[in-house]
């Protein structure tokens, strides 16, 4: 559907596109909403309400989210279902015998991206997040489960959008918003900048000390199997996954 279709004197009325979006598109045995609870699917969750579809939301626990994330999610929207992994963030370091990377993101596909095969599945993404997201369409495939589409409803929505829908409806959101945090998701996630992971160490040190338990019975792993390793101990580990981010692609360690 063309964002031309609705207007709202002259300016677009993207609460009613993405409205109906949702209703057009609306499969018979209903959604299933990835729901992170940051905002965006936030907006995504209160427009399929609005929107009076049928659909099931989900959260997928990832063992390294946020404490302040999960406890607005149980306060806020109880009616989420909330999936834990089979295996955690400490124990997957170990069994893959490298830390995830900006390059190497398996984490992100065991603990994070299951979930909705067979189904429509709803997400908050948006174009304007990245370049890789700008390249997403409003309703696609995914290219690793062929069963399981996406819908992108909000894909041309801005920031400004998002918070606007979020004020006007009078929603309440995590706190870590209104504590600096542009973006909510894992702790210590690979993806984030030098700054973003140090905020993080300082914020969640127990947190801090589980990985480097996990880097220490990784490089034992390493060791056990032949692999070569160049880290003494788990501090060094630590140290080139949040300061070295740029030499990563280069390091030839896993190849």
């Not at 626990?61 to 834990?84: A, M, N, W």
């Not at 040190?205 to 160049?230: D, N, Q, T």
Request: glycine share 6%; hydrophobic share 30%.
């Amino acid at each position: 559907m063309s964002l031309k279709e609705l207007t709202l004197e002259g300016e677009i009325d993207r609460v009613q596109v993405a409205i109906n979006r949702l209703k057009t598109f609306e499969p018979p045995e209903g959604y299933y909403l990835a729901f992170s609870g940051g905002k965006d699917s936030q907006v995504i969750y209160h427009l399929a309400k609005m929107a009076e579809v049928n659909f099931d939301s989900h959260f997928n626990f990832t063992t390294v989210d946020p404490p302040e994330l999960v406890d607005f999610i149980k306060t806020y929207y109880p009616g989420v279902e909330i999936h834990r992994p089979e295996i955690s963030m400490f124990k997957l370091i170990p069994k893959k015998q490298m830390p995830p990377t900006r390059i190497v993101r398996y984490c992100c596909e065991v603990l994070k991206e299951y979930g909705g095969s067979g189904r429509l599945v709803v997400t908050g993404i948006r174009s304007q997040e990245s370049y890789k997201r700008s390249k997403r369409k409003m309703v696609e495939t995914c290219f690793k489960d062929k069963t399981k589409r996406y819908i992108n409803p909000i894909i041309d929505w801005s920031e400004t959008d998002v918070w606007d829908f979020i004020h006007q409806q009078g929603l309440k959101y995590c706190r870590l918003y209104d504590e600096g945090y542009k973006r909510i998701g894992c702790i210590l996630c690979p993806m984030q900048t030098k700054k973003g992971k140090l905020r993080d160490a300082e914020r969640y040190p127990k947190f801090y000390k589980v990985y480097l338990l996990a880097f220490k019975k990784m490089i034992e792993h390493r060791h056990y199997s032949g692999l070569e390793c160049k880290w003494k101990d788990p501090q060094e580990v630590m140290d080139w996954w949040i300061y070295e981010p740029s030499k990563q692609l280069q390091d030839t360690l896993f190849n």
